[in-house]
């Protein structure tokens, strides 16, 4: 069992910036990559990032490149999602989840693990 805690979530204003914090824990040697995902109210769970253990290589969906971006620490096991220009269409729950194997990233079917989510809110 791999167990993900997300933490940094908040209100902030349109063109701020906020800083997301996903730690792992148990048996994270199974895990391959870890990814961030959002949920706003009516509307499905969309891809938002993703980064691989082993040989780093990071991936964006396309509505947070160049806004957004994801970073690890080995460490601490633990996975970042810096958020910056946000726009109040940023405004989601955002899901921590970690994956085994490599590959379809952006694929929400593929994570195996997922966290309790953590609320953030852009206002304009």
């Known amino acids: 069992q791999v167990q993900l805690v997300e933490s940094g979530g908040g209100l902030v204003q349109a063109g701020g910036s906020l800083r997301l914090s996903c730690a792992a824990s148990?048996?994270?040697?199974?895990?391959?990559?870890m990814g961030w995902f959002r949920q706003a109210p009516g509307k499905e769970r969309e891809f938002v990032a993703a980064i691989r253990w082993g040989i780093v290589s990071t991936y964006y969906g396309d509505s947070v490149k160049g806004r957004f971006t994801i970073s690890r620490d080995n460490a601490k096991n633990t996975i970042y999602l810096q958020m910056n220009s946000l726009k109040p269409d940023d405004t989601a729950v955002y899901y921590c989840a970690a994956k085994r194997g490599y590959g379809d990233y952006e694929i929400e079917a593929r994570y195996f693990y997922w966290g309790q989510g953590t609320q953030v809110t852009v206002s304009s």
């Open positions: 148990g048996r994270t040697f199974s895990m391959n990559a």
